[in-house]
């Protein structure tokens, strides 16, 4: 079970995925581009290497991370092979939020359960119902509104609850007739989960699961499927049948380009060798392991993510070594002008840092002053495909109620109806069943042997059975 505003943190992420994809080709579902989220950042070699320290702690628009006080730069316009990254980075704690809080909450509701609507056969309960209110309130409540504000907006919110159920049960529906499989993905999202959270062990990973969620991993899973499975099936089914022409994207870059004024920024991979708690006589190998890592990626017969996803000891290793995007000014001197002097595809040589050997790539990279068109033009993409997603969105929910088998209890309302669509709760205790008398089965016994004794066509049969054309 989906919270009330998962379906449109669902939509919002498919319009960003499915925006960052409109000038990329290569997904293979209807354009749909996959995205599994990156780590930004997490390596120590790569912090100790790339920012200048007195830089980042005077920069007090940015939050200190431990050890050192550094945090991702997120970039304000990537390039269009790393611009998912932006777009699609999940962290658990957010997964957990938006899947499962409303559960958590479960055993502070007491409702009788009673079936509010019916689904194609499923159900949602009032249980269910007061649950998401309860999510409802708590989300507000963690945006700072309270008193009469915080009781206005839920009265004009909890109204789309019921409604919100239903969407998420017939998207995960329809994602199922259409057999989306998206096993990969979350297999891959949960390793990254445990990954970050430095678990090796299952059982454990799982009941760190059911510890921060207050469910069973196997639910955490099953809600994990179907958010991904929606997302896809919005991504195929809406988001690649709404276009945004490449002219338009063009007339707003013209109208706004005090909006695309760039500092300098790279894109960077990385690969650390690590000399952590090393013999001192094994680091000469640990240097040619290095070396011959900078030759293997230079020849370009292997990708840099797979090599580091075989070799490296940084946490990035998971995500093929993408660590994100740095502003020049954050870089230490030496690193920025190893990087920025050139171009993009530039494989470093070993580095030697305190912690061991660092390599890095060049991914992409950004000049300082105004972004061109070709730089910007997944970011405008996006903003101008929102508005026309959202509407594509509810109307494509229009079509799946219309086809729908719905019953909606009186006394509640699906405020995304089909208009004109009987919606009417049916009481099964209430149906009149159908009575057949004594004689109308005789009748119909009759009239089957009737038909068993008739001729077929070109033959004459007597009271014997025999044919007469014998």
Known sequence: ????????????????????????????????????????????????????????????????????????????????????????????????????????????????????????????????????????????????????????????????????????????????????????EVTKQLASIQRENKIADQEKFQDFVRQQTGIPFEDFRQQMRERFMTQRLLGQEVGSKVSVPRAEAAKYYAEHKDEFIREERAFLSEILISTANKDPKEIPALEKKAKDLVERARKGEEKFGDLAKANSNADTAGDLGQVGSFLRKDMQPQIADMVFTHDRGYVTDPIRMPNGFLILRVDEKHTAGLASLDEVENEIMQKLSAPKFDPAVRAYLTGLREQAFLEIREGFIDSGAAPGKDTSWRDPAQLKPETVTKEEVASQIRRKRLLWMLPLPGTKTGVSGRSSSE
């Open 1 to 184: 079970m989906v919270s009330p505003s998962t379906l449109s943190v669902a939509a919002a992420e498919t319009r960003r995925t499915y925006a960052c994809g409109l000038s990329t080709r290569g997904a293979s579902s209807g354009g749909f581009v996959s995205w599994a989220p990156r780590a930004a950042h997490k390596s120590t070699a790569a912090r100790y290497s790339l920012f200048d320290m007195g830089a980042m702690n005077n920069n007090s628009n940015r939050r200190a991370r431990p050890p050192i006080g550094v945090r991702s730069v997120r970039p304000a316009a990537s390039g269009r092979r790393l611009f998912h990254n932006r777009c699609m980075k999940v962290r658990f704690r957010m997964l957990a939020t938006l899947l499962f809080a409303g559960m958590a909450l479960a055993s502070d509701v007491r409702v009788m359960e009673q079936i509010a609507a019916k689904v194609n056969g499923e159900i949602v309960t009032t249980g269910e119902l007061a649950r998401f209110r309860k999510q409802l309130e708590g989300e507000l409540r963690q945006q700072g509104l309270t008193g009469e504000k915080l009781q206005a907006e839920i009265a004009l919110r909890e109204k789309d609850v019921l409604r919100d159920r239903i969407d998420n049960l017939l998207l995960v529906q329809k994602a199922k007739e259409l057999t989306i499989n998206v096993d990969a």
